[in-house]
């Protein structure tokens, strides 16, 4: 066994955020979080955990694989950081998983046209279209968008199907589009974030460490708030 068959994953960009670590692409273990308002505290002792409960330290990894957005701004900070530290001290390589792409890996059924959602915040979601040739190997035929539930709504044609955390808001805007909801509709996981980086990286799509930032596709309500009492001055 090589050190560059393990991979650690990590996904926090939601509040249930979780760890995975894999061998060769398959899974070994996973562990849930908890982030609430203590991300950073307990994102590293919960890899050293898992590490250990498999005979395991951090000079094993031969990659890391983490979920860069969109999602949760605190979180997501927290899981890039963290994953870039690992990867630069360790030397190893580090792959970056958009966030709605691995919900879409967790379909085990071949999809022409998967939509997955997740909320946005005040009227918007995020969504991304992947075609699923082959179970839990998506592809990408629209990119990660944030815009408007009212906008997305007419995108769905009437033979896709729709997962992901944000199908109840988008329930709520189209209930018409209730019998296309795959079951369940699951949030992000580690399993998914280390299956599509185990991928990526034999393919040689990696992430450069000193550069990697989260992917949010809009502000922040705080950032929102500061631009609306600070409006740029008139030239």
């Given at each position: 066994m090589t050190t560059s068959a393990w991979c650690l994953?990590?996904?926090?960009?939601?509040r249930q955020g979780s760890i995975a670590l894999l061998r060769e692409g398959e899974l070994i273990g996973e562990s849930a979080l908890e982030l609430g308002t203590a991300h950073g505290q307990s994102l590293l002792p919960a890899v050293s955990l898992l590490l250990q409960q498999h005979g395991l330290?951090?000079?094993?990894?031969g990659r890391v694989a983490v979920s860069v957005g969109p999602g949760s701004y605190t979180g997501l900070r927290v899981g890039v950081?963290?994953?870039?530290?690992?990867?630069?001290?360790?030397?190893?390589?580090?792959?970056?998983?958009?966030?709605?792409?691995?919900?879409?890996a967790a379909e085990a059924e071949s999809t022409p046209r998967l939509w997955v959602v997740t909320d946005a915040q005040r009227d918007a979601v995020y969504a991304t279209c992947q075609t699923v040739a082959v179970p839990h190997c998506?592809?990408?035929?629209?990119?990660?968008?944030?815009?408007?539930?009212?906008?997305?709504?007419?995108?769905?044609?009437?033979?896709?199907?729709?997962?992901?955390?944000g199908v109840e808001k988008l329930l709520q805007?189209?209930?018409?589009?209730?019998?296309?909801?795959?079951?369940?509709?699951?949030?992000?996981?580690?399993?998914?974030?280390?299956?599509?980086?185990?991928?990526?990286?034999?393919?040689?799509?990696?992430?450069?460490?000193?550069?990697?930032?989260?992917?949010?596709?809009?502000?922040?309500?705080?950032?929102?708030?500061?631009?609306?009492?600070?409006?740029?001055?008139?030239?």
């Open positions: 994953a990590i996904e926090t960009s939601a330290t951090t000079r094993d990894l950081v963290c994953a870039k530290l690992l990867a630069w001290s360790l030397g190893i390589p580090l792959v970056a998983v958009d966030t709605l792409q691995a919900i879409a998506p592809q990408c035929e629209i990119p990660t968008m944030v815009l408007p539930v009212a906008e997305l709504a007419p995108q769905i044609g009437a033979a896709d199907r729709v997962t992901g955390s805007h189209s209930p018409g589009l209730a019998s296309q909801v795959a079951e369940p509709s699951l949030g992000p996981t580690a399993r998914w974030v280390g299956h599509l980086g185990w991928r990526a990286s034999g393919k040689g799509e990696l992430a450069d460490v000193r550069s990697l930032t989260p992917v949010y596709l809009r502000q922040s309500s705080a950032e929102t708030q500061w631009d609306r009492l600070h409006p740029p001055r008139p030239q």
